[in-house]
């Protein structure tokens, strides 16, 4: 398989579940995203992870946890999550735009629609 | 604070009409790219331009950065409507961060 994939597509839980989002990429990137698009922001960067260590983090709530195991997966972990918080969870993977050549080129999976009920 | 102005943030066209969207910044980039997300996906990279100068071509669509890299480009010619979604224009900033233009919305009419 080539690319990035995400599990699930489609995701509907309820304010108390705890449930986690898991993206995969095979392309051999040394650096991993989490992104949040809904309606009234188009695209928000939530988290950026480097050969697995959290190298941003833009002020994202506590009750979205990422995990980063190795340089092929990243997960993010939900919990006590708010209705506002329904939006289109995209990963992406890229080579670290931090390294030497590095331009950042992103390649993102189809994302996980996420509805909060 | 760099930043990437994008416009129009919306465009609404018929099939066949010619369309051209604006990527600008105060600031000197070293690259910048351009995606485009169709509905229900993830948005998918278009082209990298790194020359200030540089035009690149990709069927109907012609990209072009800059002479002093501080804008870019996208124009459409004869659009249709695959060519429906939205086209974000992204570049990297001087501390290695991503930074994002606002996206354009591109509707074409059949």
């Known amino acids: 398989e080539t690319g990035v994939t995400q599990t699930p597509r489609h995701l509907v839980m309820g304010m108390t579940n705890k449930k986690s989002l898991k993206c995969e990429q095979h392309?051999?990137?040394?650096?991993m995203y989490w992104y949040k698009q809904s309606a009234k922001k188009p695209l928000e960067l939530m988290f950026v992870?480097?050969?697995?260590?959290?190298?941003e983090n833009n002020s994202v709530p506590s009750r979205f946890s990422p995990e980063c195991p190795n340089s092929s997966h990243l997960f993010l972990h939900l919990h006590t999550l708010q209705p506002e918080d329904s939006a289109l969870y995209l990963c992406?993977?890229?080579?670290?735009?931090?390294?030497?050549?590095?331009?950042?080129?992103?390649?993102f999976g189809p994302g996980t629609r996420l509805t909060v009920t | 604070t760099q930043l990437l102005e994008q416009s129009p943030q919306f465009l609404s066209i018929q099939e066949g009409e010619n369309l051209t969207v604006y990527c600008n910044s105060s600031?000197?980039?070293?690259?910048l790219q351009w995606y485009r997300q169709e509905p229900g996906e993830g948005p998918v990279l278009l082209v990298t331009?790194?020359?200030?100068?540089e035009v690149k071509k990709l069927k109907r669509l012609t990209f072009q950065f800059g002479d002093a890299r501080k804008d870019s480009s996208l124009h459409i010619t004869a659009a249709q409507p695959g060519d429906t979604g939205l086209y974000l224009c992204?570049?990297?900033?001087?501390?290695?961060?991503?930074?994002f233009g606002q996206g354009t919305t591109l509707q074409v009419k059949p």
């Open positions: 992406a993977s890229s080579q670290d735009p931090r390294g030497p050549g590095g331009m950042g080129e992103q390649y």
């Open positions: 392309l051999g990137h040394n650096a």
């Open positions: 992870y480097s050969l697995e260590e959290r190298v």
């Open positions: 600031s000197v980039f070293s690259s």
């Open positions: 331009v790194v020359t200030g100068g």
């Open positions: 992204v570049s990297i900033g001087n501390t290695g961060k991503l930074i």
